[in-house]
């Protein structure tokens, strides 16, 4: 099973829709959540981390699941310019960073 | 800039020869990170620096990948005796270090063997 793992789309919705994406990791152990963007061609940025309680910056919505071990990102009134990959990524401490494979998500005029 | 640098940007190679990536992290930052990509995939953890040492080295595909942070800023990225396998974008970030997994990429070092 892959430490980290996510469903790679791609998720084709119309301007304004609310779109979600799960993300789920292995181990138990892991202590620091995020959710990065990388455009076609571009370096991965992060978007946001993922706090327990779930954090929100504008539109975008993350949440955490320790006892399920999955991660969500929400995205409402999606944008044209939301179009890009979504990685989450994990952390054990002071350990390696993991990635998911990314979703891919077309936000359609 | 104060971002994360890669050299070279781009770089066409045969196969069998030598290859070195250099990284130069934000100033500052402890850790540091190389990470392969292919098309359509994640980011693949090949190596993790905290300092001058190697803390994780688990995702060196074989003994052809090997990187050193001698002076615990700017790290190189060598590979032997290329391989056609070898083609894929390998991406440098660095972070504060501690538990963080904020990381601050560069842009790439995009390797082809021909």
């Known amino acids: 099973r892959k430490e980290v793992e996510q469903d790679p789309g791609p998720f084709n919705v119309p301007e304004g829709a609310t779109v979600a994406f799960n993300c789920t990791y292995s181990?138990?152990?892991?202590?620091?959540f995020f959710w990065y963007r990388q455009d076609c061609r571009k370096e991965p940025k992060l978007l946001m981390s993922?706090?327990?309680s779930g954090n929100e910056d504008g539109r975008f919505t993350a949440q955490l699941n320790r006892a399920s071990q999955y991660i969500s990102l929400l995205i409402r009134d999606s944008k044209l310019s939301d179009s890009a990959t979504y990685l989450c990524?994990?952390?054990?401490?002071?350990?390696?960073?993991?990635f998911g494979t990314g979703t891919k998500l077309q936000v359609i005029p | 800039g104060a971002g994360v640098s890669q050299t070279p940007s781009n770089k066409v190679t045969e196969k069998g020869k030598y290859v070195e990536l250099r990284c130069d992290p934000i100033?500052?930052?402890?850790?540091l990170y190389w990470y392969r990509q292919s098309l359509g995939q994640g980011p693949e953890f090949l190596i993790y620096?905290?300092?001058?040492?190697?803390?994780?080295d688990s995702g060196l595909p074989n003994d052809r990948f090997f990187a050193v942070r001698p002076e615990g800023s700017v790290s190189t990225l060598k590979i032997q005796r290329t391989e056609r396998g070898d083609s894929a974008v390998y991406l440098c970030?660095?972070?504060?270090?501690?538990?963080?997994?904020?990381?601050?990429f560069g842009e790439g070092s995009r390797l082809t063997v021909l």
């Open positions: 970030a660095s972070s504060r270090g501690g538990s963080s997994g904020e990381l601050f």
């Open positions: 181990n138990s152990a892991s202590q620091s």
């Open positions: 993922v706090y327990s």
């Open positions: 990524a994990v952390n054990r401490g002071y350990q390696k960073v993991t």
């Open positions: 100033s500052g930052h402890t850790a």
């Open positions: 620096f905290q300092g001058t040492g190697a803390a994780d």
